[in-house]
């Protein structure tokens, strides 16, 4: 089994690779009569593209999105509405130079899945990294959004989910001057203006000097019913653990307080409950939103990891697939942070999980 697909009730499919003629998602398991429209989805896609900043990769994508099925309009309905069959969309690839790779085809660059895909298949396509690419997130960003309009409709209200860069290498945002009306100010989705200027100067500097940098998303769910996930082995934690790991370049992920409920004794981590106009009133939120694996009601907080960029200019030592040491200098174009296009990612992700456990739910619940 390949295992190119996530989710149970609400399930997507990505295909294709980073330098091939296309790429895409197949959903299925979306509710009928959601409104959906290509325009919907690109205003998300072009968030996430390439070229929109001297910050990020300069490959030249226009990402514009055709929805090839699942949707059905004519004079009777106000727009093209899902018509609970499966939804396919693709991507066209448009600015592919596969010539910036071929003096790597046979060498292994570190911190890429060169070595483990061959290892795996015994083969590897070396342009871009093929399936291994960031490309790939593409489509997901694309299911990202059909997947926050079956959330809505399941839910009867709308979640509102947002992210933003909470840390670029080892500076973080100052938490006091947090905004995030500044988030769409600036190439960094951060919420703290100040922490942008200086971010600016950082990735400046180590995209003029061939290297890159890491940093740290924050994703937020606002309006999650309590109730959302299951005990044991389907904790919504878990499956929001598990889809923002399979994000490319994601090593870790935390919930609420994460790494530092660690440090915490008993009685800072136990976030309190009063009641408020009839309705549980949580003093605080170390747990991210989640109990026991299921959603409290809170706001849901996940935090990832993104490592900094593998390609880079500077000579690393490495070895080919026949065995011999050599050195490796990455060429081409590359986001010097590829944490900042991880940002609508991890936006979609929180919304392809969301909308997976509200069917799953509604199936098992009535409600």
């Known amino acids: 089994m390949s295992f190119n697909s996530f989710g149970k009730a609400f399930r997507f499919t990505t295909w294709g690779e980073s330098h091939g003629p296309a790429l895409g998602v197949v959903i299925d398991g979306c509710p009928p009569g959601l409104l959906l429209r290509a325009e919907d989805i690109q205003e998300a896609l072009d968030k996430r593209k390439p070229g929109t900043s001297k910050f990020v990769t300069q490959r030249k994508e226009p990402d514009a999105v055709k929805i090839l099925s699942g949707v059905f309009e004519d004079d009777r309905t106000d727009g093209p509405r899902t018509t609970g069959t499966p939804i396919s969309?693709?991507?066209?690839n448009m600015d592919q130079r596969s010539k910036d790779y071929s003096e790597i085809r046979d060498k292994y660059r570190p911190g890429h899945a060169d070595f483990t895909y061959d290892a795996k298949y015994g083969f590897r396509d070396y342009r871009g990294g093929g399936r291994s690419s960031a490309r790939e997130t593409a489509a997901r960003v694309a299911a990202g959004v059909v997947a926050e309009k079956a959330l809505a409709a399941v839910l009867d209200a709308p979640v509102n989910i947002r992210a933003c860069m909470v840390q670029m290498g080892a500076?973080?945002?100052d938490r006091n001057n947090f905004d995030w009306m500044e988030v769409d100010n600036n190439p960094f989705w951060c919420p703290d203006a100040k922490a942008a200027t200086r971010w600016a100067e950082q990735l400046d500097a180590a995209r003029k000097s061939g290297?890159?940098?890491g940093a740290?998303?924050?994703?937020?769910?606002a309006g999650v019913p309590a109730g959302l996930g299951a005990p044991v082995y389907s904790k919504l934690d878990a499956d929001l653990a598990s889809a923002m790991m399979s994000i490319n370049a994601v090593k870790g992920v935390e919930i609420g307080a994460g790494f530092d409920a660690a440090a915490l004794s008993g009685e800072e981590n136990a976030d309190e409950i009063r009641m408020r106009s009839g309705a549980p009133d949580f003093q605080s939120n170390k747990a991210g939103g989640i109990l026991g694996g299921i959603s409290s009601g809170q706001d849901i907080v996940v935090r990832f990891a993104v490592k900094p960029t593998s390609s880079i200019l500077t000579p690393r030592d490495t070895i080919t697939s026949q065995g011999e040491e050599t050195t490796v200098q990455t060429k081409g174009r590359h986001d010097p942070c590829v944490g900042i296009r991880g940002v609508p990612?991890?936006?979609a992700m929180m919304a392809l999980v969301l909308a997976d456990h509200a069917l799953l739910h509604r199936a098992q619940c009535g409600r």
Do not use: N, P
């Open 211 to 213: 290297s890159s940098m």
């Open 216 to 221: 740290v998303i924050e994703v937020v769910a």
């Open 89 to 92: 969309l693709m991507i066209e």
């Open 171 to 173: 500076d973080k945002i």
């Open 345 to 347: 990612v991890g936006a």
